[in-house]
């Protein structure tokens, strides 16, 4: 078994045997950030099965045929697709490996309700972004600035809906494994982990990663707690027997009780800067988010990266909210306050 417990290079790692019958295949990002996501294949005497699929470029699309025949697969010998959830990285793929193979692609239910329900074209999704932007107190300069740039940048992918809906705790059809599925909504209303528990092994999509911490997101689509929904995610895989995570992101790592307390601490943290910061006059999500640490200084984040950094001091406050220590007031925009001293 090739260890790959150290973060990898700038350039993409090995297509890896990491269990008998079991392969990861590093497949490249078309973004700024992350470089790649894993895909996890499956052998079985049907053919292959793999954990999701990767943006729908033709470099990704080349990386999983190259990926599948180093582990003596084509295309054609794909029969099923487990998406861990719709985002364009793990889902992007999915439908064209779906044509091309005759596979079946899973998704849970709450995340093909957001594919049934995603806007139609960019206006559309302007619009959302710039509700979402007056909401939390955005001024008009920069809602103006970050519509601008992602109309001139964005695009809108296909999506297509999945042809099984797994929910939690369910068995996928991957004959020889006894894969379940965990729902642990947070990152995407609808994101599932897989537990393999022959070699007690985690793949944990987007829901636990080894360094960064997963954004989690407040939105128009989403559930009302996101991050209330996270935190108890990550109590529903504490006690989990696993000997290895396998992350959609970065690499693969131990400990996985202990990154999930160090995830929990984190939003502790970001909890009593926002607390702080209320305290400290901050009214608007907006000036509340100029108050929280960021990978970089606030009036530097552009583009999306801005985009998730105000969804996510809103899923904060939100989830204050929910435990009855802010309260969201009228107004335009909406003001916050504290509710405890």
Not at 88 to 99: I, Q
Request: with cysteine.
């Amino acid at each position: 078994m090739t260890s790959a417990n150290q973060p990898v290079g700038w350039g993409l790692p090995p297509v890896e045997r990491l269990r008998p019958g079991l392969w990861s295949i590093p497949v490249p990002l078309p973004t700024a950030g992350l470089r790649h996501v894993f895909v996890y294949l499956f052998e079985t005497e049907r053919g292959a099965y793999v954990v999701d699929s990767g943006w729908d470029t033709e470099e990704a699309f080349a990386a999983v045929e190259a990926g599948l025949a180093v582990a003596g697969y084509s295309i054609g010998e794909l029969r099923g697709i487990m998406a861990t959830h719709m985002h364009p990285d793990h889902y992007g793929l999915a439908v064209r490996l779906r044509e091309a193979s005759g596979a079946w692609v899973s998704l849970h239910a709450a995340d093909a309700d957001l594919i049934r329900r995603r806007p139609s074209d960019l206006e559309v999704l302007s619009e959302r972004t710039i509700a979402l932007f007056r909401r939390a107190g955005a001024p008009a300069e920069d809602v103006d600035g970050l519509v601008a740039r992602m109309t001139s940048t964005a695009s809108m992918p296909d999506a297509a809906l999945p042809d099984i809906l797994l929910e939690d705790g369910e068995r996928p059809d991957v004959p020889g494994w006894e894969l379940r599925t965990i729902w642990t909504p947070g990152h995407s209303p609808g994101h599932l982990c897989f537990w393999e528990p022959f070699y007690r092994l985690l793949l944990s999509g987007d829901h636990v990663l080894p360094r960064i911490t997963p954004n989690i997101p407040f939105h128009t689509q989403a559930d009302d707690d996101p991050l209330g929904d996270y935190l108890a995610s990550l109590d529903k895989l504490a006690d989990l027997p696993v000997e290895e995570v396998l992350p959609a992101h970065e690499y693969r790592f131990v400990d996985h009780p202990g990154r999930i307390a160090a995830l929990k601490r984190h939003h502790g943290e970001r909890f009593a800067e926002v607390l702080t910061a209320l305290r400290d006059g901050a009214a608007s999500a907006w000036d509340i988010g100029r108050h929280m640490t960021w990978s970089s200084p606030w009036d530097k984040i552009e583009g999306f990266m801005k985009r998730a950094a105000v969804a996510e001091a809103l899923a904060h406050l939100r989830a204050l909210e929910r435990r009855g220590l802010v309260r969201e007031r009228g107004g335009d925009p909406p003001s916050w306050e504290l509710l405890v001293g």
